[in-house]
């Protein structure tokens, strides 16, 4: 039901999501340069926008909604960190074309952005989903508002509270341990087993549930339980216990990602026929006049209209870029078409994959990276079909390289977006926003985000420089940008291209992503259920990831005979209170260049201690705090 004040696409929120957008784009970029993470912006962005706006006066929910919404967008589209790179890593670029950078984050932005309508209708609509940040989101919204419960917010605060001093004594003082690590081993071969003690991936778990927990945690016993083992086994080191993360990291990832692949496609063929009526409802005038507002995406002409705007787009920044080098004819255009192709049909399948695993674990841990592998598999191998056959010849294959990277930093921008937006409308659902007037903030934050990011990008890039990339020969190249995902990208484009992949990881996951889906389909018949793609994130996430998530779902499993109201308000504010404090890390790291700044100087052994003890009390806290009845 709507508040009686039920402004919420406003000029001042516009302006205040336009402003958190271009602090948030900024420490996005530079810590997934730096160390491949970065942080969820949609619950900081709804903090910031309450305080701000009930100083300013006047602020509803729906309102705060827009803010965080608008927000969120651009700090998720900072996502391209993950492929643009690559351009200068292969040599192609010496810089950051500030106005190619530009159009082609904002195309691919929004074009993520017209993908969520019809999978709005077929992911958060028509569906089951948690939606853990989603749903903490608007938990935030609904219990700051004026109708919201005192007792839900007192919850809340208190979970956010506990979260944050925690996150702070761990990634700002480093009091703490922000995990543990066990391995042992057998010969050649390791089993190791991460935990960590991070709060927010406790609360995820906790929304998540008991199925997408286990299946995680499957994933990890074995990934670190079969696989790794058995690789260690048949490439015996001097020192395996060392050697075990670089398996992980460069075999058994591969494996994730093929794992990941088939299970996408399988969830993606059983949605077919939602997405297909989504898409149909989407452009329907008639359906979209008898609608409440409630339930309402963009005109379909508009909608229409601004997917043929963004097909030229990409259809100029294709050519433009090819141009140069490649002979203005039939090979140009097939390059340009199959750009459009993978934008608008892969770009969808990765959409929709990124979306359903935001709705299963939340968009902050779903693997972009992962479903960014099969992205650039999928378009390298059409590029050397087209090698192949003649189309293309070998002395083109540096601009084919990077063209496949160029057309992957569109894919990754509407994957990006994708993987958050159908959070936020997740959270729009729930306090009753107009759907329609969250994809224009949407699309104002895909511009914003677009504006801001290429110019942090060159900005970083001048300033340290990339792992093998340095702008200038003077430069220090221990203070260079890791820049681990783009890094990877262009290696999996040159290998493909060079015949210098090794397919073998790729093709077992495969096959375990087969035997997944009939195990998955044989137990839905018992009534039971084991998602083949949490099963792959499992195996594809650092373990500590997964483990901690099975624990949080573990815990509601013990808890499921309480009253669930305040688990989910603590849990969600568990995920507040380190999202908090991420952001705060993030721009002290962004300020002095160091992670170590306000760190004391406490011993390793003690660290871990003090962390155990303090994880173990907060889950006996929130144990009791679920079983006590409310006043």
């Not at 995990?179 to 995820?204: E, H, K, N, Q, Y």
């Not at 939340?362 to 191998?381: F, K, L, Q, R």
Request: charged fraction near 10%; charge should be neutral.
């Amino acid at each position: 039901m709507k508040l009686m004040d039920s402004r919420e696409l406003t000029l001042r929120g516009i302006i205040l999501g336009a402003l958190i957008t271009v602090v948030f784009t900024a420490a996005n970029v530079y810590l997934g340069l730096k160390i491949g993470l970065t942080f969820g912006s949609s619950i900081p962005a709804t903090i910031i926008s309450m305080a701000v706006l009930r100083l300013m006066g006047g602020g509803t929910m729906l309102e705060n909604n827009m803010v965080q919404t608008q927000a969120s967008a651009a700090g998720t589209l900072s996502c391209v960190f993950a492929a643009l790179p690559g351009l200068i890593m292969v040599g192609y670029w010496h810089e950051f074309p500030y106005f190619v950078s530009l159009l082609l984050t904002l195309a691919g932005g929004m074009t993520g952005v017209i993908f969520t309508i019809p999978l709005r209708r077929a992911l958060v609509k028509n569906s089951d989903l948690p939606y853990p940040e989603g749903t903490a989101c608007a938990e935030i919204l609904r219990a700051s508002s004026p109708e919201g419960d005192a007792e839900s917010l007192r919850s809340l605060t208190k979970g956010s509270l506990v979260s944050a001093a925690v996150a702070f004594a761990t990634s700002g003082l480093r009091l703490l341990s922000d995990g543990v690590s066990a391995a042992t081993s057998f010969g050649a071969s390791v089993f190791r087993l991460d935990i960590s003690f991070s709060l927010a991936l406790l609360g995820t778990g906790y929304l998540v549930g008991i199925g997408g927990g286990i299946a995680m945690l499957l994933g990890v016993l074995m990934g670190w339980g079969v696989m790794v083992p058995i690789l260690g086994h048949l490439n015996p080191t001097a020192d395996p216990v060392a050697a075990a993360t670089g398996l992980w990291l460069h075999k058994v990832r591969f494996i994730g990602a093929g794992t990941i692949a088939v299970a996408a496609i399988w969830t993606l063929l059983a949605l077919a026929k939602p997405v297909a009526v989504g898409l149909k409802e989407s452009l329907s005038i008639k359906l979209r006049a008898s609608q409440d507002e409630s339930d309402q995406d963009l005109a379909p002409r508009t909608l229409i209209g601004l997917s043929i705007g963004l097909a030229l787009v990409l259809s100029g920044l294709f050519t433009q870029f090819l141009w140069p080098a490649i002979p203005h004819g039939a090979s140009l255009v097939t390059l340009v078409l199959l750009g459009l192709g993978a934008c608008f049909g892969l770009g969808f399948l990765v959409a929709s994959a990124c979306g359903y695993m935001a709705g299963i674990i939340g968009s902050s841990s779903s693997p972009i990276s992962g479903v960014g592998i099969i992205a650039i598999i999928a378009i390298s191998v059409t590029l050397w079909g087209l090698e192949s056959g003649g189309v293309l010849s070998p002395d083109q294959r540096p601009t084919v390289i990077a063209f496949g990277l160029f057309v992957l930093s569109a894919i990754t921008a509407s994957a990006a977006v994708s993987n958050d937006n159908l959070q936020d409308l997740k959270t729009g659902q729930l306090v009753g926003a107009s759907p329609w007037k969250q994809e224009v903030a949407l699309l104002i934050g895909c511009a914003v985000g677009a504006v801001v990011i290429p110019w942090v990008l060159q900005t970083l890039y001048q300033a340290y420089g990339f792992v093998g990339a340095m702008p200038r020969a003077d430069m220090d190249p221990t203070r260079a940008l890791a820049a681990p995902q783009p890094a990877l990208m262009a290696a999996i484009a040159t290998g493909i291209l060079t015949h210098n992949l090794d397919w073998l990881m790729l093709e077992i996951g495969a096959v375990l992503g087969i035997v997944l889906v009939i195990a998955d389909i044989l137990l839905k018949r018992r009534s039971l259920a084991l998602p083949p793609l949490a099963v792959g994130m499992g195996i594809y996430l650092p373990a500590n990831v997964s483990v901690t998530i099975a624990i949080g779902a573990g815990l509601g499993w013990l808890l499921r005979k309480f009253p669930k109201e305040q688990g989910t308000m603590i849990a969600s504010g568990f995920i507040v209170g380190e999202s908090l404090v991420g952001v705060a890390v993030a721009a002290i790291v962004g300020a002095t260049g160091s992670t170590e700044t306000l760190a004391l100087p406490i011993p390793d052994m003690l660290r871990a201690g003090l962390g155990w003890a303090v994880f173990l009390g907060i889950m006996f806290w929130f144990g009791r705090s679920v079983r006590r009845p409310t006043a």
